[in-house]
């Protein structure tokens, strides 16, 4: 079974550049998850998508925004970079769609660097 | 609205000794709530999880946690510290909304010495 794995493992960019990450869900998940983590910090919620489809979505402006595949893979794209946006960025896949509360298995992360 | 405390920022123990990492959460209905493990340059690896079921949670590496309902305390213990235990651990509650959430706390820093 393959777990989750993401890419690239770290970037760096400059303030409005734009960016995008990928993730490859865990063998049979089907819903995505990703997480902003600054550090020193708890993960924080950005959005979650099944079924290709963005459901629900933390405090977070526009410019992030996301896509999933139909092989449950996901991208994370975030436009003019800020400074603040310099994070290790997770995303987590589970089973069983947006409703039910299946435990996440999260990926090694990207880390992400803003000049 | 779901929050998570975790009580002490670092906790350093001896090799050997109890760990206890502290975790309360504020929920409006019953909650899911799990403990994650970050060890440095990685991502998340789930420890254990709570969902309504036996209140003492056994999870991996010898790490168990307890729902206390009347404390709203759900906190991580093991009995024994090694050193490959040294990282950052993160309570967290699955959100009550309609989609899978979890809202995480800020974090303990485990230090084991020998």
């Known amino acids: 079974e393959t777990g989750v794995t993401q890419s690239p493992t770290h970037l760096i960019k400059t303030r409005g550049q734009q960016v995008t990450l990928r993730c490859s869900s865990q063998?049979?998940?089907?819903?995505v998850s990703w997480y902003q983590q600054a550090l020193g910090q708890g993960p924080q919620f950005i959005f979650q998508?099944?079924?290709?489809?963005?459901?629900g979505r933390g405090n977070f402006p526009p410019r992030f925004s996301g896509l999933q595949f139909p092989n449950y893979s996901s991208e994370l794209n975030v436009n003019a970079l800020e400074l603040d946006d310099s994070a290790l960025y997770l995303c987590?896949?589970?089973?069983?769609?947006?409703?039910?509360?299946?435990?996440?298995?999260f990926g090694p992360g990207t880390r992400l660097l803003v000049l | 609205a779901q929050s998570v405390t975790q009580l002490g920022s670092h906790v350093s123990v001896s090799e050997g000794a109890l760990v206890l990492l502290r975790c309360n959460y504020s929920?409006?209905?019953?909650?899911?709530l799990f403990w994650y493990v970050q060890y440095p340059n990685q991502g998340l690896q789930l420890l254990l999880k709570?969902?309504?079921?036996?209140?003492l949670v056994k999870g991996i590496n010898g790490f168990e946690a307890e729902f206390k309902k009347s404390e709203t305390s759900f906190h991580l213990t093991k009995p024994s510290a090694h050193m490959s235990d040294a990282a950052e651990y993160f309570c967290?509650?699955?959100?009550?909304?309609?989609?899978?959430?979890?809202?995480f706390g800020a974090g303990t820093r485990l230090a084991v010495h020998p």
């Open positions: 987590a896949s589970s089973s069983g769609g947006v409703w039910k509360k299946e435990t996440q298995y």
């Open positions: 063998s049979g998940h089907n819903t």
């Open positions: 998508y099944y079924r290709e489809e963005e459901n």
């Open positions: 929920s409006s209905v019953p909650p899911y």
């Open positions: 709570y969902t309504s079921a036996a209140t």
């Open positions: 967290a509650v699955s959100d009550a909304g309609g989609y899978n959430k979890l809202i």
